[in-house]
Nanobody
Framework: QVYFVESGGGLVQAGDSLRLSCTTSVRTFRHSTMAWFRQAPAKDREFVMGISVGGGDTYSADSVKDRFTISRDNDKNTAYLQMTSLKHEDTGVYHC????????????????WGPGTQVTVSS
């Protein structure tokens, strides 16, 4: 069963911007902390950014700080990831997940992952 659907990925050049979306019909969305992770080939899923239920608190990996912004629209059951100044090392499949318990930065703390959207940044 697919809980979330990510979209907005693509092939871009270094320095470009992209906006990813993560949408769901799951009612628990508006009551859950959400996060974006990414996974490069042959690497573990890596935390990118997270956002609290109301959107007032956000959490960011150092590698994307000041370049990426996370937001959410609970009326639309959608979370967003605005990415600017993209670098080659940002390449990967971007997934969103719903936080269940544990550490915000650990993929094992999240459930109901989407299939992901591919982001490829050419250098």
């Amino acid at each position: 069963q697919v809980y979330f659907v990510e979209s907005g990925g693509g092939l871009v050049q270094a320095g470009d911007s992209l906006r990813l979306s993560c949408t769901t019909s799951v009612r628990t969305f508006r009551h859950s902390t959400m996060a974006w992770f990414r996974q490069a080939p042959a690497k573990d899923r890596e935390f990118v950014m997270g956002i609290s239920v109301g959107g007032g608190d956000t959490y960011s990996a150092d590698s994307v700080k000041d370049r990426f912004t996370i937001s959410r629209d609970n009326d639309k059951n959608t979370a967003y990831l605005q990415m600017t100044s993209l670098k080659h090392e940002d390449t990967g499949v971007y997934h969103c997940g719903r936080f269940m318990y544990g550490s915000y930065c650990e993929a094992s703390s999240y459930v109901e992952w989407g299939p992901g959207t591919q982001v490829t940044v050419s250098s």
